[in-house]
């Protein structure tokens, strides 16, 4: 699965929905189309290149390819594709319009999904260029747009990667992709997962910061600063061998970036560099399939050392039980380093012996496992999350702890019966003594069974008749912390628990929202909804299910309480509280910048599209505003109170997600301008007339990207159309946000209507600070 061929064996599954047909002129008029039905394409001059529709897994995409005679049809990669991850619909067609803008309708939700964004750019043509760009021209051929300057996952020679544009990698599994490869604050190339880990670096050079990032055609990929100047380089296996006829570099679904040639006596494309050598060290290369190992034939494979999940037998999850009676065990695994992925921080604690660092897992009750390194650092990784991924091998230089409960076994005793003394060889055994003997055993053991069973029904009788009697009366407390674990890994309470971490709810933050300190004293917030009527089936049914559901902008839920008629909710608390009171706090809200802003809104459509997405199974918000966004104590944004629309009454499938991206369309009308109930009306007519600049909140500091809110404004308009099949994916709303994805201008929003205030009674109570 990990192996160096996997990318190639991706890529051939992209097969392309195209028919010989005669070359079309290298000039492409405006009013030109490319469509699914028909099977045409556009080609180079040379024919090296072709762009043309995609199939694959019955969804199709528009992209270019390297079309060459000399590669099989089977291996001719696709190197650049139009929104990256977008699938449009059987009868989808890409033009390029009179107006000389290039669009991307699918047929399925019938919108335009993608465009070029050059209504008014005087374009006269377009041609797709013998290095594998495909550019609009003025009159005075004049470059206008390229596709060079909004890459996908692959670099072609020539190609620049600037220090604004990223590379992604293709989704996996119809979940968008974490991996991504760009020029980082200091001025060096990394290789990112979920634009938190970086697990790659260039090397740096100090105070020369790189400017762009170039592949050239000989095999060399280079960075160079403002000057031109190369400030690093790494070369290809093959550099300037003169044969080679095709490269391109590539960010893989597996996040290592490879580069691959192609050369005239091919027969199948060549590896001849990547970044990182070992697949393992690849952050999170295993996912929550366990940990990266070698097999004994030196190829990458993912194993589960220590524990599969009793939810999901696809995830490997530490074996963590929040409640464990008979005392937990740390169990070593030798030359095994394990980090945490959701979320992706650690406790390190320095200058420890590995003896010190198990018992510091082993005294923390949210600990779940615990790696001390043995590179002399002395450090030690408490882990409180059961997703962990990692590695194993000779050359690791690390030992890892992982926390084990000692189940109780019931133990049948080993009684010993002392053996009959053999009978004398003098004293011969009749058939009488034998029979006997049988007869005497018989008795017992029948008289023993009648007595049991009389026992067994007269328990049965007396157990049926108390609960007759008291069924009534016996409150419904929770089972799981009672009887046995909870699978969620949610800490079940009792009212009585509830009452004392509030302090007797002592401590109102909110409607119907208190704050209250666990024992280990971790700060939470507990949601008190005893007020609507569910029965206490669907409510652990709906713990479950949200305790499995893990991300880095997601507030986590920590605990229930599910007794007698009380249900509570108890969530990881942040200290700066909801949007709504941060956005009212004269201090807090000089700290929003407009990167911090820029920030927030792209953490909660990760958080929204994760839902939508990245779960076993869809998870719809139901009621996502600024009250349910909240922030920690550096700014950054999570979301809260997700998934409940199933006992708070709405929807909770799929149809969910046109209402999602309605919100969060307010949700950044709110982040811009401060405006919360309604303005989007207003918002338009002032983007429309050219003053995009009065939406913004003037209390942001240190001015406005006017590039990014263009981006930003469009998307929102798009997310704000009555019409839902006109509406985004949170997935293209990610892509847009983060300079991924060009966004078409949006037609004016029909309607601005917010739901009435009653609807919203439960939304959240984190809407402030203790």
Not at 3 to 30: A, T
Not at 98 to 107: A, H, N, Q, R
Not at 184 to 207: F, H, I, M, Q, T
Not at 286 to 292: A, F, K, P, T, V
Request: aromatic content about 10%; charged content about 20%.
């Amino acid at each position: 699965m990990l192996g160096r061929d996997r990318s190639l064996h991706v890529h051939s599954m992209f097969l392309l929905v195209i028919v010989v047909l005669p070359v079309v002129s290298s000039q492409i008029p405006l009013g030109s189309k490319v469509s699914v039905e028909e099977k045409n394409h556009w080609l180079s001059p040379n024919g090296d290149f072709a762009i043309g529709f995609f199939n694959r897994l019955n969804e199709y995409g528009i992209g270019i390819r390297i079309s060459s005679r000399l590669i099989p049809t089977d291996k001719q990669p696709i190197v650049w594709a139009a929104g990256g991850d977008l699938r449009v619909g059987d009868k989808s067609y890409f033009e390029l319009k009179k107006t000389g803008e290039l669009v991307l309708f699918d047929s399925t939700r019938g919108v335009t999904v993608w465009a070029s964004a050059t209504t008014n750019a005087s374009v006269d043509s377009a041609v797709l260029q013998n290095d594998g760009n495909l550019v609009l021209l003025s009159k005075n051929k004049d470059v206008v747009w390229q596709s060079f300057d909004t890459p996908s996952d692959t670099l072609l020679p020539g190609q620049n990667l600037s220090s604004n544009q990223v590379l992604r990698a293709a989704r996996r599994n119809s979940i968008s992709s974490y991996y991504s490869l760009r020029i980082g604050a200091v001025g060096d190339l990394e290789l990112k997962w979920e634009n938190d880990v970086a697990y790659w670096r260039s090397a740096l050079v100090p105070s020369r910061s790189a400017l762009r990032a170039v592949l050239a055609s000989d095999g060399a990929f280079q960075l160079f600063d403002h000057m031109s100047s190369p400030i690093w380089s790494v070369f290809s296996d093959d550099h300037g061998e003169p044969d080679v006829k095709f490269r391109y570099l590539r960010l893989d679904v597996d996040g290592n970036l490879r580069l691959h040639s192609w050369t005239k006596n091919s027969t199948s494309w060549k590896l001849v560099w990547q970044a990182v050598e070992n697949q393992c060290d690849v952050f999170a290369t295993c996912g929550l399939s366990g940990i990266c190992v070698f097999n004994e034939s030196g190829s990458p494979v993912c194993t589960c050392p220590f524990s599969v999940s009793s939810v999901s037998s696809s995830k490997c999850l530490l074996p963590y039980k929040q409640s464990c009676k008979s005392g937990f065990t740390m169990v070593p695994f030798d030359r095994t380093l394990l980090y945490a992925i959701y979320p992706p921080n650690e406790t390190v604690v320095s200058q420890v012996s590995a003896t010190q660092c198990q018992n510091l897992c082993q005294q923390d009750h949210l600990c779940t496992a615990a790696t001390f390194m043995n590179d002399g650092s002395a450090e030690c990784k408490i882990k409180k999350t059961q997703y962990a991924s990692g590695q194993s091998g000779l050359s690791i230089a690390s030992i890892s702890f992982v926390k084990r409960c000692n189940d109780p076994i019931a133990i049948i005793p080993d009684t010993t019966k002392s053996k009959p003394d053999s009978p004398s060889q003098n004293t011969p055994t009749t058939q009488e003594d034998h029979f006997s003997v049988c007869v005497s055993c018989v008795i017992g053991v029948g008289g023993g069974t009648i007595a049991v069973f009389i026992m067994i029904h007269l328990g049965l009788m007396g157990y049926w008749i108390y609960r007759k009697r008291y069924s009534f009366t016996t409150p419904d407390y929770a089972t799981y912390s009672k009887d046995g674990p909870n699978p969620s890994g949610c800490l079940a309470l009792s009212y009585g628990e509830v009452k004392d971490i509030t302090d007797n709810f002592k401590h109102s933050v909110g409607s119907n929202t208190f704050k209250g300190v666990l024992p280990e004293k971790q700060p939470v917030l507990v949601k008190d909804y005893s007020i609507v009527k569910v029965e206490p089936r669907k409510f652990r049914s709906v713990v479950l299910k949200l305790g499995s559901v893990h991300h880095r902008n997601l507030v986590r839920l920590e605990g229930y309480c599910c007794e007698s008629s009380y249900r509570f909710l108890v969530y990881e608390y942040l200290k700066n509280g909801s949007l709504v009171k941060c956005l009212e706090d004269p201090v807090i809200v000089k700290k929003l910048t407009w990167r911090k802003r820029l920030d927030l809104c792209l953490a909660v459509a990760r958080a929204v599209s994760y839902l939508h997405m990245g779960c076993r199974e869809f998870v719809g918000h139901g009621s996502l505003s600024c009250e349910s966004v909240v922030l920690d104590e550096n700014l950054e944004a999570k979301v809260t109170e997700y998934g409940l629309t199933s006992f708070l009454g709405g929807s909770d499938d799929g149809g969910g997600s046109a209402k999602d991206i309605l919100d969060f369309g307010y949700v950044v009308l709110a982040v811009l301008s401060g405006i919360r109930n309604n303005g989007c009306d207003w918002a338009y007519e002032q983007w429309v007339g050219g003053n995009a600049a009065e939406i913004v909140n003037t209390t942001i500091e240190g001015g406005v990207n006017s590039d990014e809110l263009e981006r930003v404004l469009r998307i929102m308009f798009w997310c704000l159309q009555s019409d839902e099949r006109m509406r985004p994916t949170m997935g293209e709303i990610v892509n847009v946000l983060e300079g991924a994805m060009p966004v078409d201008p949006p037609p004016p929003p029909s309607t601005c209507r917010r739901r009435p205030l009653e609807e919203e009674e439960y939304r959240t109570g984190s809407d402030s600070e203790a």
